[in-house]
């Protein structure tokens, strides 16, 4: 089997990527990460990526002069480290057409929603004010609208009547550290086919 060429995006504590990290070691995902990149010095996601022996490079967003110069330095990081998957893990940045099309049909995300619900950074605190019963989170292949890809795996949990944007949040994690790595091996395993707004997983 070919196997994918991971580049990790990041902004923050890098649970997720753990959860890739851990799943690789396991060999439930034929893929290796090659780099790890973060926009904030503090992420982190860095420290994971070091301890695992993956090169971890921060690309921070504050010493750029705009958002095309920054995009460009991830490019350049991702490409020359040999990247043939883009996943998105807890990277809180919005990504131009500039960097989507560039890696079109080849790069992921994880909201801790089930889009099309409840898109964006506060999917939680949002969540708890409409007073819906049930939340979780959604793996989509990124496209140039916010959480708006086609979508690959979803899984839910109830919202109990006491939950806190912390509770809440944590069993929606705990979801997102099974399907994301399922999504990424689908993937690795040529089994996922996106048909406009629709991802079918061949057999």
């Known amino acids: ?8 995006l990041c902004s923050g504590r890098g649970t997720d990527l753990q959860s890739i990290i851990d799943a690789i070691g396991r060999g439930e ?12 010095p503090d992420a982190y996601a860095l ?14 967003r504050k010493k750029f002069d705009g958002r095309q110069p920054f995009e460009e330095a991830l490019v350049k990081a991702l ?3 040999g990247v043939t998957l883009v996943v998105l893990a807890g990277f809180m940045r919005i990504l131009t057409p500039y960097f989507v099309r560039h890696f079109a049909g080849r790069i992921m ?9 409840f898109p964006g950074a506060h ?7 409409y007073g819906v019963k049930v939340s979780g989170c959604t793996v989509h292949f990124v496209d140039e609208g916010t959480d708006s890809g086609p979508i690959i795996l979803q899984a839910a949990v109830p919202v109990l009547d006491d939950d806190t944007e912390e509770t809440l949040g944590a069993r929606v994690l705990e979801k997102e550290h099974i399907i994301y790595p399922k999504a990424i ?14 991802v079918r997983i061949r057999k």
């Open 123 to 129: 999917a939680h605190r949002d969540v708890l004010a």
């Open 1 to 8: 089997m070919h196997k994918e060429i991971l580049g990790v």
């Open 109 to 117: 995300n994880i909201p801790p929603a089930l889009l099309p619900s």
């Open 185 to 198: 091996q689908l993937y690795c395993e040529g089994r996922l086919e996106v048909d406009g707004r629709h």
């Open 47 to 60: 420290t994971r990526a070091e301890k695992a022996g993956i090169k971890a490079v921060c690309i921070d």
């Open 29 to 40: 995902v034929s893929a290796e990460i090659a780099i790890v990149l973060a926009d904030k």
């Open 79 to 81: 490409d020359e480290a």
